[in-house]
């Protein structure tokens, strides 16, 4: 086969061209002829279809995501926006913390143990881009019906690939979800988040500038994993019909990704670096062209210098690879050597492929022959952008009329208890301790709370004690009924995970999963959820820094649910302050922070009992969620509660048993006048928390909460080994960690 | 120079005993384990695998994590590194030699220590707050502690099954040599509930579970069971 | 090029998790009258040079020492022709 160089393509216009089974449109390729002025090459074709897939340019949902950016709050603690590898916040004592939630969704279900490894290592990368150590990981996992048998091969494949990759790599994992949903078959949601930490003048950005700089491609060997995964895998619907639509996920290799970080540090930490990005999805195309495009624009490279664990990869499957734990840099000429050295010591190997050029072009050779000229920008940033069609589906409003309230209840106090212990040991209310329990939580030894707690946290300065606390939140069901309000209900409920724990919730980062863009309804959930998330960010103070979208979660016509995760980032600047979920002091009160409404739509209750989808969602108010975070940071900061815990999903007794058995105490508890036992127990109303307030704190804490207008009602004590409310039951803790603790290990094991 | 020089010279205080602390490519509690030394008031000194020497250091850890990827065996390859036929040599001599987790298997596999660590039984990657029990108060790492007292310090591996074979195991017993046990659940299925071990000469001391992630109340599991590991060895030192 | 070829497997004492996982899942996948599963490990060695005594006398040590832990695995040596 002729190597099809630039020279080639301008003397054979009308050569056929794979676009179409690159995913591209007709339009796109029409475009990109345009911006040449000629027929793309096979590599600039390569690199056009990659870079401008769903996945890496987001296409569909960029005229959305601008809201982000348009209605940010004002916020001195930004750092760095939307638009690099991941966002950066200032969190005092000049540290600078960076995170960001992925998804590696598709990947998961095609191979589950190296799909999940490779989005923490992707993720992994991002944050060390930016200039930071990376201190934590966290997992919001989505499957199927947890007794569907696929879900037994997905589920511990991901687990295994989370754990496995990522307890090599030294990264504590503090936090994440476990959530089961039939809509999740076929398309479980495997989300991967990291935080990393580094001072100021540290922060690193993805450019390219200064002519004679060198380019430095260095980490493992290029091979033929993943090629087009980007293009095909990420961007297009499953379809049964076409295996050869599912080409092989790229396999990690942890601890070169573990040499890569201690490496990349040690070259930051003598600055040695004026410009560095990660290789992820679209592999050397999408590292080049972005460095390019950020920097002064032109870059040459020569492609043959590129170390192959493969030689027999052809230009463009090179250039599209996505072998993993791989990074580019740029590097003066001056510290090239220094550069190398320290990668020589770690055992990486390095190679300097070309070099920053005064000119405007991303020029690749293949053994010297010319095989890309183009503006890199057109590459990385001039994809194309649609406005997608968006219709509310007509099936909404249906949805919305069948309302929860309907639901038989439970007339006495024996079958509220019944349905207490069939909520706990539910799959999605059951204990997750089988799965996090794989996951190193100490490493690092900075470790101040991870899960089960409300939010995970670590401490970043051991002198100082200065903390950062991250908790992710989502919930499909509540989005469903309402994508506006569900995508605020998430960013309600991390954001008073974060305040649970003490710390002062700081910014936000989302991983938004959706099905098909190419379906109206699925499009409209998209533009409400990204409306609401934008609007309660601003309403909250708190700006999205960055994060990622996933389309085409859809199995034939059928999507997920709209599935808005939402991280938020916290800081405390003691972590000694923090807060625990636990009831662990006898004696100790028990207040109910917040109102309880008759809100059953969407809700666990709903779900488990009566395997029901429908009505509203609770109502959100984001001033309320406010109020309800600074009563629990200043409550934390002065000492005036030993425990909290969030109310969200399976209400008010889902959170009293979990604190319960998390502090190994009995409560005894009586339901406030005026409320129905039913309604107290399984509402999901938004805006609450329990707190477990030491008697001598009581009078100060009740004055603070009528001071500042926030209801708080104490509804019982911590007490014995079970927990009773008074005139419905009695339930010995024995019996209920047992139904809570033995449903997962019994479904997987 | 030579480990057994080092120790001979011994400190001459707390703050002065020099705990060496070794970094292979792919370990990952170094630096918990430097902090842990320090808060039990030694002077924690890195030793890279590649070293030739042990720059005058009075004891060593060999810290958790995935050397070399665990690839071929966990603990396989670092076994043959530079630093390690120092670390070998000085512990025939008399060094107090420390072998968490991974380390542990390096010290099986440098045949310091006898048996071999296998893939847990319930082949999981397990990460849980361990009770333990400690058998033996009288090895360089350990006399801070009473024999048969029980603490509780973090377990976090996927390759922590002891195995040994019956006579070994035997003489481990007669010996006083099984140095810590588990309590409560077997976590990994190792042999006779065995955690950690010491050779003859309680010198060397290997075991799975991590005294370095148990020394803060604020962090990890908040309690500071494994604190003692490291005031232990700076005890041993001084009276030296 | 000359391959060797060293196989390396658990002891018969040792209990092997692994190999009884895969065995556990046999009957599930509908594979019958497999009466035990023993997992171990294969290295492919491309030996540069003459595959001589000598070489095989190397190959040997390196197994012994390297490739296997006889405290837990037995191991094979031979050339793959």
Same mark, same amino acid.
């Given at each position: 086969?002729?190597?099809?160089?630039?020279?080639?393509?301008?003397?054979?216009?009308?050569?056929?061209?794979?676009?179409?089974?690159?995913?591209?449109?007709?339009?796109?390729?029409?475009?990109?002829?345009?911006?040449?002025?000629?027929?793309?090459?096979?590599?600039?074709?390569?690199?056009?279809?990659?870079?401008?897939?769903?996945?890496?340019?987001?296409?569909?949902?960029?005229?959305?995501?601008?809201?982000?950016?348009?209605?940010?709050?004002?916020?001195?603690?930004?750092?760095?926006? %939307? =638009?690099?590898?991941?966002?950066?916040?200032?969190?005092?004592?000049?540290?600078?913390?960076?995170?960001?939630?992925?998804?590696?969704?598709?990947?998961?279900?095609?191979?589950?143990?190296?799909?999940?490894?490779? =989005?923490?290592?992707?993720?992994?990368?991002?944050?060390?881009?930016?200039?930071?150590?990376?201190?934590?990981?966290?997992?919001?996992?989505?499957?199927?019906?947890?007794?569907?048998?696929?879900?037994?091969?997905?589920?511990?494949?991901?687990?295994?690939?989370?754990?496995?990759?990522?307890?090599?790599?030294?990264?504590?994992?503090?936090?994440?979800?476990?959530?089961?949903?039939?809509?999740?078959?076929?398309?479980?949601?495997?989300? $991967?988040?990291?935080?990393?930490?580094?001072?100021?003048?540290?922060?690193?950005?993805?450019?390219?500038?200064?002519?004679?700089?060198?380019?430095?491609?260095?980490?493992?060997?290029?091979?033929?994993?993943?090629?087009?995964?980007?293009?095909?895998?990420?961007?297009?619907?499953?379809?049964?019909?076409?295996?050869?639509?599912?080409?092989?996920?790229?396999?990690?290799?942890?601890?070169?990704?573990?040499?890569?970080?201690?490496?990349?540090?040690?070259?930051? $930490?003598?600055?040695?670096?004026?410009?560095?990005?990660?290789?992820?999805?679209?592999?050397?195309?999408?590292?080049?062209?972005?460095?390019?495009?950020?920097?002064?624009?032109?870059?040459?490279?020569?492609?043959?210098?590129?170390?192959?664990?493969?030689?027999?990869?052809?230009?463009?499957?090179?250039?599209?690879?996505?072998?993993?734990?791989?990074?580019?840099?740029?590097?003066?000429?001056?510290? $090239?050597?220094?550069?190398?050295?320290?990668?020589?010591?770690?055992?990486?190997?390095?190679?300097?492929?070309?070099?920053?050029?005064?000119?405007?072009?991303?020029?690749?050779?293949?053994?010297?022959?010319?095989?890309?000229?183009?503006?890199?920008?057109?590459?990385?940033?001039?994809?194309?952008?649609?406005?997608?069609?968006? $219709?509310?589906?007509?099936?909404?409003?249906?949805?919305?009329?069948?309302?929860?309230?309907?639901?038989?209840?439970?007339?006495?106090?024996?079958?509220?208890?019944?349905?207490?212990?069939?909520?706990?040991?539910? @799959?999605?209310?059951?204990?997750?301790?089988?799965?996090?329990?794989?996951?190193?939580?100490?490493?690092?030894?900075?470790?101040?709370?991870?899960?089960?707690?409300?939010?995970?946290?670590?401490? %970043?300065?051991?002198?100082?004690?200065?903390?950062?606390?991250?908790?992710?939140?989502?919930?499909?069901?509540? +989005?469903?009924?309402?994508?506006?309000?569900?995508?605020?209900? +998430?960013?309600?409920?991390?954001?008073?995970?974060?305040?649970?724990?003490?710390?002062?919730?700081?910014?936000?980062?989302?991983?938004?999963?959706?099905?098909?863009?190419?379906?109206?309804?699925?499009?409209?959930?998209?533009?409400?959820?990204?409306?609401?998330?934008?609007?309660?960010?601003?309403?909250?103070?708190?700006?999205?820094?960055?994060?990622?979208?996933?389309?085409?979660?859809?199995?034939?016509?059928?999507?997920?649910?709209?599935?808005?995760?939402?991280?938020?980032?916290?800081?405390? /600047?003691?972590?000694?302050?923090?807060?625990?979920?636990?009831?662990?002091?006898?004696?100790?009160?028990?207040?109910?922070?917040?109102?309880?409404?008759?809100?059953?739509?969407?809700?666990?209750?709903?779900?488990?009992?009566?395997?029901?989808? =429908?009505?509203?969602?609770?109502?959100?108010?984001?001033?309320?969620?406010?109020?309800?975070?600074?009563?629990?940071?200043?409550?934390?900061?002065?000492?005036?509660?030993?425990?909290?815990?969030?109310?969200?999903?399976?209400?008010?007794?889902?959170?009293?048993?979990?604190?319960?058995?998390?502090?190994?105490?009995?409560?005894?508890?009586?339901?406030?006048?005026?409320? /129905?036992?039913?309604?107290?127990?399984?509402?999901?109303?938004?805006?609450?928390?329990?707190?477990?307030?030491?008697?001598?704190?009581?009078?100060?804490?009740?004055?603070?909460?009528?001071?500042?207008?926030?209801?708080?009602?104490?509804?019982?004590?911590?007490?014995?080994?079970?927990?009773?409310?008074?005139?419905?039951?009695?339930? @010995?803790?024995?019996?209920?960690?047992?139904?809570?603790?033995?449903?997962?290990?019994?479904?997987?094991? | 120079?030579?480990?057994?020089?080092?120790?001979?010279?011994?400190?001459?205080?707390?703050?002065?005993?020099?705990?060496?602390?070794?970094?292979?490519?792919?370990?990952?509690?170094?630096?918990?384990?430097?902090?842990?030394?320090?808060?039990?008031?030694?002077?924690?000194?890195?030793?890279?695998?590649?070293?030739?020497?042990?720059?005058?250091?009075?004891?060593?850890?060999?810290?958790?994590?995935?050397?070399?990827?665990?690839?071929?065996?966990?603990?396989?390859?670092?076994?043959?590194?530079?630093?390690?036929?120092? #670390?070998?040599?000085?512990?025939?001599?008399?060094?107090?030699?420390?072998?968490?987790?991974?380390?542990?298997?390096?010290?099986?596999?440098?045949?310091?220590?006898?048996?071999?660590?296998?893939?847990?039984?319930?082949?999981?990657?397990?990460?849980?707050?361990?009770?333990?029990?400690?058998?033996?108060?009288?090895?360089?790492?350990?006399?801070?502690?009473?024999?048969?007292?029980?603490?509780?310090?973090?377990?976090?591996?996927?390759?922590?099954?002891?195995?040994?074979?019956?006579?070994?195991?035997?003489?481990?017993?007669?010996?006083?040599?099984?140095?810590?046990?588990?309590?409560?659940?077997?976590?990994?299925?190792?042999?006779?509930? #065995?955690?950690?071990?010491?050779?003859?000469?309680?010198?060397?001391?290997?075991?799975?579970?991590?005294?370095?992630?148990?020394?803060?109340?604020?962090?990890?599991?908040?309690?500071?069971?494994?604190?003692?590991?490291?005031?232990?060895?700076?005890?041993?030192?001084?009276?030296? | 090029?000359?391959?060797?070829? !060293?196989?390396?497997?658990?002891?018969?004492?040792?209990?092997?998790?692994?190999?009884?996982?895969?065995? *556990?899942?046999?009957?599930?996948?509908?594979?019958?009258?497999?009466?035990? !599963? *023993?997992?171990?490990?294969?290295?492919?060695?491309?030996?540069?040079?003459?595959?001589?005594?000598?070489?095989?006398? *190397?190959?040997?040590?390196?197994?012994?020492?390297?490739?296997?832990?006889?405290?837990?695995?037995?191991?094979?040596?031979?050339?793959?022709?």
């Amino acid at each position: 086969m002729t190597l099809d160089t630039v020279k080639h393509a301008e003397q054979t216009p009308d050569a056929e061209q794979p676009w179409a089974e690159l995913g591209l449109k007709p339009d796109e390729y029409a475009r990109i002829r345009e911006i040449l002025g000629r027929r793309p090459t096979g590599a600039e074709l390569a690199m056009y279809s990659v870079m401008w897939s769903e996945h890496c340019s987001y296409k569909s949902s960029k005229v959305h995501l601008r809201q982000f950016g348009e209605k940010a709050p004002a916020n001195d603690a930004m750092l760095v926006g %939307i =638009g690099e590898n991941a966002g950066v916040v200032d969190v005092g004592q000049g540290y600078a913390v960076t995170f960001k939630v992925e998804s590696h969704n598709h990947p998961s279900y095609v191979e589950p143990y190296q799909g999940a490894a490779t =989005g923490v290592g992707g993720i992994v990368r991002d944050i060390l881009a930016m200039g930071a150590r990376p201190v934590a990981v966290v997992d919001p996992l989505r499957f199927g019906a947890a007794d569907h048998p696929d879900t037994k091969r997905v589920l511990p494949g991901v687990v295994a690939g989370i754990g496995g990759y990522g307890n090599c790599l030294g990264l504590p994992n503090i936090g994440g979800e476990v959530v089961f949903d039939a809509c999740y078959q076929g398309n479980p949601l495997v989300n $991967a988040g990291c935080i990393g930490v580094m001072k100021h003048e540290d922060i690193h950005l993805a450019k390219a500038s200064g002519a004679g700089n060198k380019v430095i491609l260095y980490g493992a060997r290029t091979g033929g994993d993943g090629i087009g995964g980007v293009s095909v895998l990420a961007s297009e619907t499953f379809d049964d019909a076409k295996p050869a639509k599912r080409p092989a996920v790229q396999v990690g290799d942890p601890f070169q990704e573990k040499l890569l970080i201690e490496c990349t540090l040690e070259i930051f $930490a003598e600055k040695l670096v004026a410009g560095i990005q990660d290789l992820g999805g679209a592999g050397l195309s999408c590292a080049t062209s972005e460095l390019a495009s950020a920097g002064s624009g032109g870059m040459r490279v020569e492609l043959d210098t590129v170390p192959l664990r493969d030689s027999s990869l052809s230009p463009e499957e090179i250039l599209m690879s996505e072998s993993q734990e791989r990074m580019c840099a740029i590097v003066e000429p001056d510290k $090239a050597d220094r550069f190398l050295e320290i990668c020589e010591k770690w055992d990486v190997i390095a190679t300097v492929i070309g070099e920053v050029t005064d000119g405007s072009q991303l020029e690749i050779f293949w053994h010297g022959e010319q095989i890309v000229d183009v503006p890199p920008r057109s590459v990385a940033h001039d994809g194309p952008v649609y406005e997608r069609p968006y $219709a509310r589906p007509e099936w909404q409003d249906a949805l919305q009329a069948d309302d929860a309230a309907k639901l038989p209840r439970p007339a006495t106090g024996d079958g509220l208890r019944a349905q207490v212990l069939q909520l706990v040991s539910s @799959p999605n209310q059951a204990s997750k301790a089988w799965v996090t329990d794989q996951y190193d939580r100490f490493v690092q030894g900075n470790t101040v709370l991870a899960q089960p707690e409300d939010s995970g946290m670590v401490r %970043i300065d051991p002198d100082t004690n200065l903390g950062v606390a991250i908790a992710t939140d989502g919930n499909g069901r509540y +989005a469903k009924l309402d994508p506006y309000t569900g995508a605020q209900l +998430a960013l309600a409920e991390s954001y008073r995970n974060v305040a649970a724990t003490g710390a002062r919730p700081l910014a936000v980062s989302d991983c938004l999963n959706f099905g098909s863009p190419e379906d109206p309804a699925v499009m409209w959930q998209f533009a409400e959820a990204t409306r609401g998330l934008a609007d309660g960010c601003l309403a909250l103070g708190t700006p999205v820094t960055g994060g990622n979208v996933s389309l085409y979660n859809q199995t034939g016509d059928t999507a997920i649910h709209p599935t808005p995760v939402v991280a938020v980032l916290g800081v405390i /600047d003691d972590v000694s302050r923090r807060t625990p979920v636990a009831f662990a002091e006898e004696g100790q009160l028990i207040y109910l922070l917040g109102d309880t409404k008759e809100e059953l739509g969407g809700s666990a209750w709903s779900q488990v009992v009566h395997g029901h989808l =429908g009505g509203l969602p609770p109502k959100v108010d984001l001033e309320r969620e406010k109020l309800l975070a600074e009563i629990l940071i200043s409550a934390s900061r002065d000492g005036m509660v030993d425990a909290a815990h969030d109310l969200s999903d399976g209400g008010l007794i889902q959170a009293l048993a979990e604190s319960c058995l998390r502090g190994g105490k009995g409560a005894r508890i009586v339901v406030p006048d005026g409320l /129905d036992p039913f309604v107290f127990l399984f509402s999901e109303s938004a805006g609450r928390a329990i707190v477990a307030v030491p008697r001598s704190e009581e009078v100060r804490f009740n004055d603070m909460c009528g001071a500042r207008g926030l209801p708080a009602a104490r509804i019982g004590v911590i007490d014995g080994t079970d927990i009773t409310v008074q005139d419905q039951f009695t339930l @010995p803790l024995a019996e209920l960690r047992e139904a809570h603790e033995s449903t997962i290990p019994s479904l997987l094991t | 120079m030579t480990a057994t020089s080092s120790t001979a010279a011994g400190p001459t205080g707390l703050g002065n005993a020099r705990i060496g602390v070794v970094t292979f490519p792919g370990t990952l509690d170094d630096r918990d384990t430097q902090r842990a030394i320090r808060l039990a008031g030694g002077e924690a000194v890195e030793l890279w695998h590649r070293d030739k020497d042990l720059k005058q250091v009075d004891a060593v850890v060999l810290a958790g994590g995935f050397s070399y990827g665990d690839y071929l065996r966990a603990g396989a390859i670092s076994r043959f590194s530079p630093v390690m036929e120092m #670390i070998i040599e000085g512990a025939r001599q008399g060094l107090p030699v420390l072998g968490i987790c991974n380390g542990f298997q390096i010290l099986t596999e440098s045949h310091l220590l006898p048996g071999a660590m296998l893939r847990n039984n319930h082949l999981h990657f397990i990460c849980r707050d361990q009770r333990l029990r400690v058998e033996n108060a009288d090895t360089a790492w350990t006399n801070s502690y009473e024999a048969g007292q029980e603490i509780s310090i973090p377990l976090k591996n996927i390759d922590g099954r002891y195995v040994a074979d019956e006579r070994t195991l035997d003489e481990l017993e007669a010996e006083g040599r099984v140095a810590f046990r588990y309590l409560g659940m077997n976590p990994n299925g190792s042999l006779r509930d #065995i955690a950690g071990i010491t050779n003859a000469a309680g010198n060397v001391v290997g075991l799975m579970p991590h005294p370095e992630h148990a020394v803060e109340p604020l962090i990890g599991t908040g309690r500071t069971d494994g604190l003692g590991f490291f005031t232990s060895v700076l005890k041993q030192l001084v009276s030296a | 090029m000359a391959r060797v070829v !060293v196989d390396v497997m658990l002891k018969p004492e040792i209990l092997d998790p692994q190999g009884q996982a895969v065995h *556990r899942a046999l009957p599930r996948l509908g594979f019958e009258g497999i009466a035990d !599963v *023993r997992q171990g490990k294969r290295f492919e060695l491309e030996v540069e040079g003459p595959l001589d005594d000598a070489a095989l006398a *190397r190959i040997h040590e390196m197994a012994e020492t390297f490739l296997a832990n006889t405290v837990i695995e037995d191991f094979t040596v031979r050339v793959d022709s």
